[in-house]
């Protein structure tokens, strides 16, 4: 049986120890509730979702459930920066080419205290490796800073991860 890359994340994680709430996508007022901080947060935020040239993508939805949501599709730097609301927050985004001042700006400016997400569209599993080894080196005392430099140097698929502060 295979496991979403959320939920592998999620019991590697648990393994550390880490305590991990989970909230699955099914629609774009899904992803609201977490980043307006409607829903409760833990000081990271790991957004395990699709990304494409600067767009967070969110599921298709039937007609019926479309007509009633705010953002269909994607969300955009510009529709994070009217409902992000995550003060002290580190947000790590996994969705390919995420990792833009742009992103990073809708974040840092609605009270978050980093951003990393990659530059480019990771190959393979690179994206489901990335929070576990972030995790392990935070867990090892390691700052945030350098967690992300021995992730960036371990290889070359992993160093197009930014981190914005």
């Not at 990659?118 to 945030?144: K, M, Q, W």
């Amino acid at each position: 049986m295979a496991i979403s890359g959320g939920a592998a994340i999620r019991r590697a994680l648990e393994g550390f120890d880490i305590k991990v709430n989970r909230f699955p996508v099914g629609r774009g007022q899904h992803v609201l509730n977490v980043l307006s901080g409607e829903e409760a947060t833990a000081p990271y935020v790991l957004l395990a979702m699709h990304g494409e040239q600067d767009h967070l993508l969110l599921p298709p939805l039937a007609e019926e459930i479309a007509a009633t949501e705010r953002f269909l599709d994607a969300l955009t730097p510009q529709d994070l920066h009217t409902f992000v609301d995550l003060p002290g927050r580190v947000v790590i985004s996994l969705a390919c080419e995420t990792g833009t001042p742009q992103f990073a700006q809708a974040f840092l400016e609605h009270g978050c205290s980093a951003y990393l997400g990659p530059e480019g569209a990771p190959f393979g599993y690179a994206s489901l490796f990335v929070p576990i080894f972030l995790f392990y080196e935070l867990t090892e005392g390691r700052s945030l800073e350098e967690a992300v430099e021995r992730l960036r140097r371990h290889a070359q698929e992993l160093a197009m991860w930014r981190l914005f502060q």
